[in-house]
DNA sequence: ACCTGAACACCGTTCAAGT
DNA sequence: ACCTGAACACCGTTCAAGT
């Protein structure tokens, strides 16, 4: 009892036992007192470095978004940007168009909260106070405005191709269609057989994601070619 | 004490009283004690009509979503389908095409989630074990395939469009960015100013949502135009 | 069948006490 | 400053008991 010489927490092993928690048994097991016994350690002991529960949950969350790619941004360019329309176009290896990169980025997007499936319900609070959500949104925008789109209507691809990303993990990960023959029979006749096997759910997410990826980006350069200045 | 005459409870009078409760005072304050006691009677009671607490929300988020317009795909002819390309061509005011159709409800869909934004976390689980949620996949894909998509095809339109619309409703009811100037104060070049107030923070929610519907339909009359059947 | 109160095994958080 | 144990006001759920 008492202080310990050398602190026994600390931010980053606490946000890390959570992640590790929730990864190998679900959000709902979360709790202080589950994730201070994880650490050897009381329950009050984590107040000492967060306020909250839910300060801990965000910082989880928070540092899942920091391995997102967004170093695919830097590459592209002002100069890049004029060759949107054609990628064939790239000479140097680092010039990247903007609709290419927010390919890039929506798929490792993807790909990360895939990696936490159990976290996603916890994604819902938004970007508020976190650090990496804003340095994420940051570089987006920062993208758009160089390849020439106007700062209102970056803003909104940034936030709408946030929405689709999202949606998709929340959509894909936490459950989907029940894998229940039984329950369809007969009562939703639009609904095939395709829907029923959690594997070909796993593929339904899939190609819902990249068809939903493609008509985005269309729909956009479209829009591109319409609003670009610079 | 005792079984009372009539019924105290129903299924249908938890559920309302258990959304009025979310929508009045958060997700976080509706545990099965407060609920019951909200209706005037023992907590236990209430598991004489539903397993668990999960299945009391799971009903309550469907009972949401049963909201959402999707009588509007019922309008969705074979022979509207022909015109989607060109939709002045609507001579009889129930015809409609796929993609106008999925204009009006992607609209009604937020909206309602819009209108019950405290429980937009409990989207996550997905439209596992919810009739509504089902049934309006089911709407979605029928008139899909009246339209002549492909099978497939429509099932990943279904899909990518309740993607972005969940995506949106959790992206802007719950939070966004936090109205603190302070925060930002050089932290993020990119982000304007326009990002703190909250009365901003909705236009560019409204904006967004409408400018990803738009390009989302645009990028899927694109791609209609190759895959088409019928 | 449908309610009650008591009970079990939990919660998040506060706080005085220890070093 | 950073931990502990005790305590407060809660949880979801089970279950025997009542009518």
């Given at each position: 009892m008492g202080r310990p010489r050398q602190p026994l927490l600390s931010r980053d092993r606490i946000v890390d036992a959570?992640?590790?928690l929730v990864d190998a048994e679900g959000l709902d097991v979360l709790?202080?007192?589950?994730?201070?016994?994880?650490?050897?350690?009381?329950g009050p002991a984590l107040y000492n470095h967060f306020a909250t529960k839910d300060e801990i949950v965000d910082a989880v969350v928070d540092t899942v978004l920091g391995e997102v790619d967004i170093a695919v941004f830097a590459r592209v360019s002002a100069d890049a940007a004029r060759d949107a329309a054609d990628d064939r176009s790239q000479d140097a290896a680092e010039a990247t168009s903007w609709d290419e990169a927010l390919r890039v980025w929506a798929r490792s997007y993807r790909a990360?909260?895939?990696?936490?499936?159990?976290?996603?319900?916890?994604?819902?609070?938004?970007?508020?106070r976190r650090p990496n959500a804003l340095r994420m949104a940051d570089a987006v925008f920062g993208s758009l405005v160089r390849s020439g789109w106007p700062r209102a209507q970056a803003t909104r691809v940034g936030v709408l191709m946030r929405y689709f990303v999202t949606g998709s993990a929340l959509g894909s990960f936490a459950g989907g269609f029940p894998d229940d023959a039984a329950l369809y029979a007969g009562e939703y006749p639009?609904?095939?057989?395709?829907h029923l096997l959690a594997d070909a759910q796993r593929e339904i997410n899939e190609n819902a994601f990249e068809a939903g990826l493609e008509a985005l980006l269309h729909g956009l350069a479209d829009r591109?070619?319409?609003v670009r200045v610079g």
């Open positions: 959570a992640l590790a709790s202080t007192r589950r994730l201070a016994s994880e650490l050897g350690v009381s990360v909260l895939g990696a936490h499936p159990n976290l996603v319900p916890a994604l819902a609070p938004g970007p508020a639009h609904l095939g057989q395709a591109y070619a319409r």
